[in-house]
C-alpha cells in the first residue's frame, strides 16, 4: 500500500496515436489540496479521469487510497467521490431522489440516508430545493448538488475537476469555503484541477502545472511563483528618474534597477520588506515620489512563461528539423 | 452555502452526525433493485414513451375490428375476429418500449460517468433497467386486456392463461428492448435509438397481425414463416382461444428465445464496450 493518497509513475493515456497524458508523475500526501492547472486539453481531465476509473492508464501505474487503479478498480470506488467538469446529473430526478439513490449504491444504511441527505443539503445549501426536479436548478445549484453528490459517502479522496467554472463569484468563494472546510474538518484529500491560477493559489498546498500531457512544474504556489522572477517595485517619479538608479542599488536585497523616463523598475528579493527602504531612499534623495507600487509573480506568470516558453520551444524544434 | 447557522457549522454537523458512513459494496441484487427502482421513477417523468404506443395499440385495436371483422368472420363460422385482434394490439403496444431512450441521455448527460465511479456491478446497471421494462410491459398490457374483456374476449386458458399471456408479452417486450439498449450503448445518440422504431415495422406487419396464416400468400407467407412475430403472435392466440396449447407455446418461447439471444448478445456487448474503460 502507498503512503501517499494519488501517486502516479510514468502515467500515460493513449488516445489512438495521440498521449493526452504522458509520463506523469504525481505523489499527493495524504490531506492534502492538490492544484492540478493546465490549458484546454493539457490533459487534466484525462488524468483525473484515469484516476476516479473511468479511463484505463495506456502506461504507467496508478494508485488511488493505495489501490492499482488498473488492478483494483472496485476499492478504488469506495474511497474516492469525484465531480466532474460537466455537472452529471440527471435532470429529471429530484436532489433528495440523486442523493438517495447514490447513498444506495455505496451501500449506505438506509436508516441513515435521512439524516445525511439533511446535513448535506445544509452543507450546499439546498435544502429548500432538494425535492425539485434538478432540471429546474440554477447552473450553481447543479454544481453544488453535483458535489454533494460526490461526498455523500464520505470520500477519503476527492476528485475536483473544475468545480467552480461558469459559477459566479459569489458560488466560487462559497465553494472555495467548503473545499477548504473538507479538508480541514473532515481531512479529505483533494486533488482540484483548474484554470483559473488565483483558484489555485487561494486553496492548493501544492500545484502541478499539465501541458501537453507533461507535468512541467510542480511546487507550492509561493515558490512556482518566486521560479519565474523576483517581485518588482515600481516607483514613478516627478522628472527623469535615471540619476536614483544607483541610490536604489546600493540598497539591500535589490538585484536589478532600470530607469525608464519618470519610471523605476525595481526588482528585490523580497519586494515587500524592500518597498519600504525603497520609498526612504527616494524621499532622501529629493525625489518627489508619484506613486510606488508593489507587484509580486502571480501563477498567470509561471502559468504563462512556462506554457509559453514549452510552446516556443516545440516550435524551434520544428523550424530546427 | 449555508454559514449562517447559529453553533457549529454545516460540516460540523456533517463530520459528527455522519463520519461512520462509509461506503461498501450494496450488492449484486440491491444494485439492481436501485437502478431499476430509479428507472421506474422516470417513467411517470416520460409519459411521452409509453403514452403514444398504448394509444396505438387501442386504436388499432378497435379500428382493425371494425375494418376487418365481417371480412374475417364471414369465411370460418366461430372465428371470434375481436380474440384474434388482441394479441396484435399487444405487440402494437409493447413493442419497442424501454427506458433506452433515458439511458442514452445518461450516456450524454455525464450521469453514466457517475454510476460507473459507484461500486455498482456495470451489468446490474443493464439489468435494472429491463427489470423497470419488464414491469411496465405487463402494465401496458393491461388496458389492452381490459379493453379486450369488454369487448367479449374471454380466455380458454383462464386466468392462469392471462397470467402467462402477460408473462409472454413482457419477454416479447424485453427482448427487442435489447436492440434499443444496444443502440444506445453503441452509439450514445437518441437519434439513433429513436430509430429502431424501424426494426417494428417487419417484425410486426410481415406476420399475421391483421388475417389467419392461411389467408397470407405468396412472398408474404414465406417470410412470416421466418418471422418470430408469427409464433409469438400464435402463442398468444393459443392461449386466448385454444387452451393450452403447448406446441404454440413452446414455438413462441423458442421465437422469443432466438431473438433475445440475438439482442441481449448484442446490449450486453455494447456495454462492455460502454464501460470497459478503453
Redesign the interface.
Known amino acids: 500500500m502507498s503512503d501517499f493518497a494519488i501517486q502516479t509513475e510514468s502515467l500515460v493515456r493513449r488516445f489512438g496515436d495521440f498521449d493526452a497524458v504522458n509520463g506523469v508523475d504525481l505523489q499527493v500526501e495524504k490531506g492534502e489540496i492538490y492544484g492540478f492547472l493546465g490549458p484546454n486539453g493539457a490533459g487534466k481531465s484525462t488524468t483525473v479521469r484515469v484516476l476516479c476509473t473511468l479511463l484505463a492508464p495506456s502506461g504507467g501505474r496508478a494508485t488511488v487510497a493505495g489501490f492499482d487503479v488498473a488492478k483494483r478498480p472496485g476499492d478504488v470506488r469506495l474511497r474516492i467521490g469525484a465531480a466532474l467538469q460537466e455537472a452529471a446529473l440527471d435532470p429529471k430526478q429530484t436532489g433528495r431522489e440523486l442523493l438517495r439513490l447514490q447513498g444506495r449504491l455505496y451501500g449506505l444504511p438506509k436508516q441513515a440516508m435521512p439524516a445525511r441527505i439533511i446535513e448535506l443539503g445544509e452543507l450546499i445549501d439546498l435544502t429548500d430545493a432538494l425535492d425539485r426536479p434538478i432540471g429546474t436548478y440554477s447552473g450553481g445549484m447543479k454544481r453544488r448538488l453535483d458535489l454533494a453528490a460526490a461526498l455523500v459517502h464520505n470520500p477519503e479522496i476527492l476528485f475536483l475537476d473544475e468545480p467552480t467554472t461558469g459559477l459566479d463569484p459569489v458560488s466560487r468563494a462559497a465553494v472555495w469555503s467548503e473545499v477548504r472546510r473538507l479538508n480541514e474538518q473532515l481531512g479529505m484529500t483533494i486533488f482540484l484541477t483548474t484554470q483559473y491560477l488565483e483558484e489555485a493559489d487561494e486553496l492548493c498546498g501544492r500545484v502541478g502545472i499539465i501541458d501537453r500531457g507533461r507535468i512541467v512544474a510542480e511546487g507550492t504556489p509561493d515558490a512556482l511563483k518566486h521560479s519565474v522572477g523576483a517581485d518588482v517595485i515600481i516607483a514613478r517619479v516627478a522628472g527623469d528618474a535615471a540619476h536614483l538608479g544607483p541610490v536604489i542599488m546600493a540598497l539591500p536585497g535589490i538585484q536589478s534597477v532600470e530607469a525608464h523616463g519618470t519610471e523605476l523598475i525595481i526588482a528585490a528579493d523580497n519586494g515587500s520588506a524592500a518597498i519600504s527602504p525603497v520609498a526612504v531612499a527616494l524621499n532622501e534623495s529629493g525625489a518627489a515620489v508619484r506613486e510606488l507600487t508593489l507587484r509580486t509573480p502571480t501563477l498567470d506568470d509561471v502559468f504563462l512563461e512556462l506554457t509559453r516558453t514549452h510552446i516556443e520551444r516545440a516550435d524551434t524544434t520544428e523550424t530546427d528539423r | 452555502?449555508?454559514?449562517t447557522?447559529a453553533g457549529a457549522?454545516?460540516?460540523?454537523?456533517?463530520?459528527t452526525?455522519?463520519?461512520s458512513?462509509?461506503?461498501?459494496?450494496?450488492?449484486f441484487a440491491?444494485?439492481v433493485a436501485?437502478i431499476a427502482?430509479?428507472a421506474l421513477?422516470?417513467v411517470p417523468?416520460?409519459l411521452e414513451a409509453v403514452t403514444p404506443p398504448i394509444f396505438i395499440a387501442l386504436f388499432f385495436f378497435i379500428v382493425n375490428i371494425a375494418t376487418l371483422e365481417r371480412v374475417t368472420q364471414s369465411g370460418a363460422s366461430g372465428f371470434d375476429y375481436t380474440a384474434f385482434q388482441m394479441p396484435t394490439a399487444i405487440l402494437l403496444g409493447v413493442t419497442g418500449v424501454s427506458r433506452a431512450p433515458a439511458l442514452v441521455?445518461?450516456v450524454q448527460?455525464?450521469?453514466l460517468?457517475?454510476?460507473?465511479?459507484?461500486?455498482?456491478r456495470r451489468l446490474a446497471i443493464l439489468l435494472g433497467h429491463m427489470v423497470a421494462d419488464v414491469t411496465v410491459a405487463m402494465a401496458l398490457t393491461l388496458p389492452i386486456l381490459g379493453l379486450g374483456f369488454a369487448l367479449g374476449v374471454r380466455f380458454e386458458t383462464g386466468v392462469l392463461g392471462v397470467v402467462a399471456f402477460i408473462l409472454l408479452a413482457a419477454l416479447w417486450s424485453l427482448t427487442f428492448a435489447g436492440f434499443g439498449y444496444a443502440i444506445a450503448l453503441k452509439t450514445g445518440n437518441p437519434a439513433a435509438v429513436n430509430s429502431t422504431f424501424l426494426l417494428f415495422f417487419p417484425f410486426l406487419f410481415l406476420t399475421t397481425s391483421y388475417v389467419p396464416r392461411s389467408q397470407l400468400s405468396g412472398w408474404l407467407d414465406t417470410v412470416a414463416s421466418f418471422n418470430p412475430a408469427t409464433y409469438l403472435l400464435e402463442g398468444f392466440r393459443s392461449l386466448v382461444s385454444s387452451g393450452w396449447a403447448w406446441d404454440d407455446l413452446g414455438k413462441a418461447m423458442l421465437a422469443i428465445a432466438v431473438l433475445g439471444s440475438i439482442s441481449m448478445t448484442m446490449c450486453f456487448g455494447a456495454l462492455r464496450g460502454r464501460t470497459?474503460?478503453?
Not at chain 2, 21 to 27: C, D, K, Q, S
Request: proline share 7%; no cysteine.
Open positions: 452555502m449555508s454559514t447557522d457549522s454545516p460540516t460540523d454537523r456533517a463530520k452526525s455522519s463520519d458512513l462509509r461506503a461498501r459494496p450494496a450488492g440491491h444494485d436501485s427502482g430509479r421513477r422516470g417523468r416520460d441521455l445518461d448527460n455525464g450521469y460517468d457517475r454510476l460507473l465511479m459507484t461500486p455498482i470497459k474503460r478503453r
